[in-house]
C-alpha cells in the first residue's frame, strides 16, 4: 500500500490523518517490528512538549497544559508577567493535545479542532489584530478543523483535517505564502496557503514555513537567505515550492534558519543556515541543496534551534550536535559538537529544543530538561544543568474549592479530596480537573467533559432527575463536553464546549434562566446565552461571560447585582452595560465581580459590609472598579466577602471579616487589605466564612472559621496556615497501607 493511499485525499478524517502522521514519523513499515522500537513508534509523538526562547510548555495526561521559564509577554498563559522557575497550569484550557510555541508567545490544539493562543502579539501572531500581550488563553478566531500546528519566530502554520495549511502573523519574507503590499506586513485572521493540498505535517522557523505532502515531498516557502528553501538563489519567495532533491519524507522541522528531514530509510538531511557545522562535514557554511548527517541511522523524529539539532532514534535513544556552551545538548560537557553525540537521557518518546535548553519525555512519562536555566525553562528551580534533570511538572493539588459546609481539592492524580475538620478522599472519583462547592452539594468535572455530583438534592441541584440525597458521586445524565461548572446554594450551572449554558435545580427568583421559577431536577439549556466560556452561580442570580468578553447576569436584583438599578428578578439573561474584555467573573451572596484583561478588578450589587471594596458602604448597581488593585489573575467571591490574586502572587481580601479575611483581624474592610504570608500563591477560593489558597509547591493554606480548614483548631485562625493532606495509599480509599508500597506523600521543593 503507498503512503499517499493511505493518508492523501481532501476528505480524510483527523483520526485518520493522526495515525497516519503517527506512522510516517516513526519511520516503521507497516509489518515486521517488535519489543522496545515497535513500542516506541506507537508512542513517539510530536507535540507534546513546545519550547520558545525561554519558556517550556507541557501538555499533562488530563489535557491541562503546563508553562514554566521566561513569562515578560504572559507566554506562560497564567494571567501573569514574570518568570516561573516551576510548572504552573494554564488556566481556562484543557482537552488540548499539542502545544507550539514561537519565540514569546504559545499556541495550543484542542480535541476539537480549535486553536488557543497567548503572549506576544507584535505581529498578529494570536490571530487578533491588537499590538499587545495577552497573557491567558483565547481561541483564534475563524479556525476550525485543526490537527496540526507550527509557530514561528513571529508566524504560526495551522495543518486542517482536509490537508489545506493556514497561516498568519508576519510576512515580512513571505513566509505567509502570500504577498502583502501593506505595512506592516501582517496577517491578523487565519487564511488558506494557495496552493498546497494533501499537506500531512507543517514546520515554521524564524522566516521560514515548510509543509510535508502525503506524497514525501517537502514544500518551502518565506526567506532563502541562508538557502532554506532549498535553491541557491538568496531571495524570499511568498510561494510554495518543493524542495529539490528531498523524497520519501516522513518528518521534518524548523526553528530557525535551516532545516531538517527524515526520509523513509531512517537517514536525516540538512539544509539552510551552517555556521556551526550542524550538518557535520567539516566546514562551516550555508547549504542550499540537502545534505545527509553522517552517522544517523534509524531516526524517527528531529527537531532543532538556531545553532544546533537533535534526532529521536527508534531504540528511544537521543542524539545531539551543535552549540553547546549552556550544556544544551546534555553530553555532560560545554563543547561544542559537530557530530551527534549521545545524550544522557533513554527511552525518549517526544522531545523538544529551545533557545538554550532541551526537554523529553520518556517512556514512563517522566519529564526532564537540561541546558540554561537563568529564565528558569528548565522547570526544575536549580541552575544550569550538563545533563537531563527530572522535572516536577504537577504540583500535588491543582484545583480546589471552599464551600460553606465543606472544601474540596483536585490532585495531581486527578482524586478529589474533602474536608470539614479533617480530609478524606471522596470515593468513586478519579481523573477529575475541577470541583465546585455549593452550600451542601459538590459537583466534579472530569477529564472527559462529564459532570458528577453528591450531597442534598431536594430542589434537584444533584441533577439526575432526582430528589434523592446521594452520599456517594453519580453522573449528571445527558450533560456531555463540560468545561466549566459552578455550585450554588441549592442550583448548579455548567458550560459546555460549545459555548452553550445548562443549568438545574432551585430557580426561585428565576437563577437558572428559563425564563420560569420553577425548579428544574435535570438540566435544562438556558436560552439566548452562545458563546460562553465560564459561569459563576449564586444564591439568586447567576454570572457568564461569553468569549467576546461581555458579562450576562439573571435572576434576583434587590442590590443592582444585575448590573442595573431595578428591584425586580430576571429570569432571563441580558448583558451588564459597561462591562467588556472580561476574562472571569464571581458571584457572592448579593454583590458580583469581574476581572478584565487588563489585570484591573470591577465591582457592583450590595456593599453593605464593603465588599465593593470602594472604601464605602454603599450598594451601587454599576459596575466601577477597585480602587488600588492592579494586575490581578484571579478572583473569587463568596458571602459577603471578596478575594483577588494578584500576579505577584500576593492576595487581598476585603468585605465582612467575623472570622478574619487574614489579614491578623477580625474587622471587616471596605478596602483590599494584603493577606498576611503568602507571596506565592498560584489559586484561590472563597468559602464565606474561609479562604484557601495553593501555593506554587502545591501545599494548600487556609484561614477563617477553623471548623473549615481540617487542621485541628479550636479558634478563629486570623492568618493563613498549612493544611496537611493524607498520603494517597496506591488503590485508593478503603484499602488498608501494606508492609513494603510506597505511600504518595507531597513534598514541598
Not at 164 to 191: I, K, T, Y
Not at 284 to 296: D, K, M
Not at 405 to 427: C, H, N, Y
Request: proline fraction near 6%; hydrophobic fraction near 40%; charged fraction near 15%.
Amino acid at each position: 500500500m503507498r503512503r499517499e493511499r493511505v493518508c492523501g485525499g481532501a476528505g480524510v478524517t483527523r483520526l485518520l490523518l493522526a495515525i497516519c502522521m503517527m506512522v510516517m514519523w516513526s519511520g516503521r513499515a507497516l509489518a515486521g517490528e517488535t519489543t522496545e522500537s515497535q513500542e516506541l513508534s506507537a508512542r513517539a509523538r510530536r507535540g507534546l512538549l513546545a519550547t520558545g526562547d525561554g519558556h517550556s510548555l507541557a501538555v499533562a495526561p488530563d489535557g491541562s497544559v503546563w508553562g514554566w521559564g521566561a513569562n515578560g509577554f504572559g507566554q506562560l498563559g497564567d494571567g501573569k508577567y514574570g518568570k516561573h522557575s516551576l510548572p504552573v497550569r494554564v488556566p481556562g484550557i484543557g482537552r488540548v493535545i499539542t502545544v507550539a510555541a514561537g519565540d514569546f508567545y504559545s499556541m495550543a490544539l484542542r480535541v476539537d479542532g480549535s486553536v488557543w493562543a497567548w503572549g506576544l502579539n507584535d505581529a498578529g501572531q494570536l490571530g487578533v489584530e491588537s499590538p499587545y500581550s495577552r497573557p491567558q488563553p483565547a481561541p483564534v478566531p475563524g479556525l476550525t478543523g485543526v490537527v496540526a500546528l507550527a509557530a514561528g519566530e513571529r508566524h504560526v502554520l495551522a495543518l486542517r483535517a482536509d490537508g489545506s495549511v493556514w497561516a498568519w502573523g508576519d510576512n515580512f519574507q513571505g513566509q505567509l505564502g502570500v504577498e502583502l503590499e501593506s505595512w506592516p506586513s501582517s496577517r491578523f485572521e487565519p487564511a488558506p496557503v494557495p496552493g498546497l493540498t494533501d499537506v500531512v505535517a507543517v514546520a515554521a522557523g524564524k522566516a521560514l514555513s515548510l509543509a510535508l505532502r502525503a506524497d514525501g515531498s517537502v514544500w518551502a516557502w518565506g526567506d532563502n537567505s541562508y538557502g532554506q528553501l532549498g535553491t541557491p538563489e538568496p531571495y524570499s519567495r511568498a510561494q510554495p515550492a518543493p524542495v529539490p532533491g528531498l523524497t520519501d519524507v516522513v518528518a521534518l522541522a524548523t526553528h530557525g534558519e535551516h532545516a531538517l528531514a527524515v526520509r523513509q530509510d531512517g537517514s536525516v538531511w540538512f539544509w539552510g543556515e551552517d555556521s556551526l557545522d550542524l550538518v557535520g562535514d567539516g566546514f562551516e557554511n550555508s547549504i542550499a541543496t540537502p545534505h545527509a548527517v553522517p552517522g544517523l541511522t534509524n531516526v524517527v523524529a528531529v527537531d532543532d534551534a538556531f545553532d544546533r539539532s537533535m534526532a529521536l532514534r527508534r531504540d528511544g535513544t537521543l542524539w545531539a550536535w551543535g552549540q553547546n556552551n549552556w550544556g544544551q545538548l546534555g553530553d555532560g560537557t560545554t563543547q561544542l559538537r559537530t557530530r551527534p553525540v549521545q545524550v544522557g537521557v533513554g527511552h525518549v518518546v517526544d522531545f523538544a529544543v529551545g533557545g538554550t535548553h532541551s526537554l523529553a519525555v520518556r517512556r514512563d512519562g517522566s519529564l526532564w530538561s537540561w541546558g540554561n536555566n537563568m529564565t528558569g525553562a528548565l522547570g526544575t528551580g536549580t541552575d544550569q544543568r550538563l545533563t537531563p534533570i527530572q522535572t516536577r511538572v504537577l504540583t500535588d493539588v491543582v484545583s480546589l474549592s471552599a464551600g460553606s459546609a465543606r472544601s474540596l481539592a483536585v490532585r495531581e492524580d486527578g482524586s478529589v479530596w474533602s474536608w470539614g475538620s479533617e480530609p478524606a478522599q471522596v470515593a468513586a472519583l478519579s481523573s477529575t480537573k475541577a470541583v465546585s462547592s455549593g452550600d451542601s452539594h459538590w459537583l466534579a468535572l472530569g477529564t472527559d467533559g462529564s459532570v458528577r455530583a453528591w450531597g442534598f438534592n431536594t430542589y434537584g441541584q444533584l441533577g439526575d432527575g432526582t430528589q434523592t440525597y446521594r452520599a456517594l458521586p453519580v453522573p449528571v445524565p445527558g450533560l456531555t463536553d463540560v468545561v466549566d461548572l459552578s455550585a450554588a446554594e441549592l442550583s448548579s450551572l455548567a458550560v459546555r464546549a460549545d459555548g452553550s449554558v445548562w443549568g438545574w435545580g432551585a430557580n426561585f427568583q428565576g437563577q437558572l434562566g428559563p425564563g420560569t421559577t420553577q425548579p428544574r431536577t435535570s438540566p435544562v439549556q438556558i436560552s439566548g446565552l452562545d458563546q460562553v466560556v465560564a459561569v459563576s452561580a449564586s444564591a439568586s442570580y447567576s454570572l457568564a461571560v461569553r468569549a467576546d468578553g461581555s458579562v450576562w447576569a439573571w435572576g434576583d436584583n434587590s442590590y443592582g447585582q444585575l448590573g442595573v438599578e431595578s428591584p425586580y428578578s430576571r429570569p432571563q439573561p441580558a448583558p451588564v452595560p459597561g462591562l467588556t474584555d472580561v476574562v472571569a467573573l464571581s458571584a457572592g451572596s448579593s454583590h458580583a465581580l469581574a476581572l478584565r484583561r487588563d489585570g484591573s478588578v470591577w465591582a457592583w450589587g450590595s456593599n453593605a459590609q464593603g465588599q465593593l471594596g470602594d472604601g464605602s458602604r454603599v450598594s451601587r448597581p454599576t459596575p466601577a472598579p477597585v480602587p488600588g488593585l492592579s494586575r490581578v489573575v484571579s478572583l473569587t467571591a463568596r458571602g459577603n466577602v471578596s478575594l483577588a490574586l494578584r500576579e505577584d502572587g500576593s492576595v487581598w481580601a476585603w468585605g465582612s471579616n467575623p472570622d478574619g479575611l487574614g489579614d491578623g483581624t477580625r474587622e471587616p474592610r471596605a478596602s483590599p487589605v494584603q493577606v498576611v504570608g503568602l507571596t506565592d500563591a498560584v489559586a484561590i477560593s472563597a468559602g464565606g466564612s474561609h479562604a484557601l489558597a495553593v501555593r506554587e509547591d502545591g501545599s494548600v493554606w487556609g484561614w477563617g472559621n477553623s471548623a473549615m480548614l481540617g487542621a485541628g483548631l479550636s479558634v478563629v485562625q486570623p492568618t493563613p496556615t498549612r493544611l496537611t493532606l493524607p498520603c494517597r495509599v496506591p488503590g485508593g480509599p478503603g484499602r488498608e497501607h501494606r508492609a513494603g508500597e510506597p505511600r504518595r506523600c507531597h513534598v514541598a521543593q
